[in-house]
């Protein structure tokens, strides 16, 4: 698998947050749709998710303008997806969820070494806590879509 390199000033401290996945071929859903139909396999990310490529990447210049901690709202893939670039960052890194994310994500978020903190029914209040905490000083709010960095 190649890797994609940093084009940043902490490159050399660090490997890529995402490699370059396969884009295969689907018989079957070729079959299906009578045109090609290629999958993009993504879910081969160290993160699970294609996520990690945007929140990576703004991960990244935050870490380039001084940012100590990221803060990120997700119910699951941006939270792990942030969990892994802070650790690859050496960052710290805070994970806002609603109390209707599951326990085993919790539990994978903390394996990456995130602090993960419950609140709210639903994401909107998780993710209004995570703006709140962002505003500390040397954290850096990283949402979890809606962002031109991420995009």
């Known amino acids: ?18 490699i370059e996945t396969p884009l295969l071929l689907s018989e079957p859903l070729s079959k299906r749709w009578n045109c090609p139909v ?16 945007g929140i990576g990447h703004l991960c990244q210049k935050a870490v380039e303008t001084g940012c100590k901690r990221f803060i990120c709202s997700s ?29 085993l994500v919790r539990e994978k978020l903390k394996d990456l070494g995130a602090e993960v ?3 709210g029914s639903e994401w909107n209040g998780a993710d209004a806590l995570a703006r709140e905490k962002a505003k500390e000083p040397g954290c850096q709010y990283i949402p979890p879509f809606d962002h031109p960095d991420i995009w």
Request: glycine share 6%; aromatic share 4%.
């Open 38 to 53: 290629y999958l993009k396999l993504e879910n081969l990310q160290n993160s699970g998710t294609f996520k990690i490529r």
């Open 75 to 103: 119910g699951g893939n941006a939270g792990m997806a942030a969990a892994l670039a802070a650790r690859q960052l050496n960052r710290d890194v805070t994970i806002c969820v609603p109390e209707t994310t599951p326990s």
């Open 1 to 18: 698998t190649s890797v994609l390199f940093l084009c940043s000033p902490i490159r050399d401290l660090v490997m890529a947050l995402h």
């Open 117 to 119: 903190v419950v609140h």
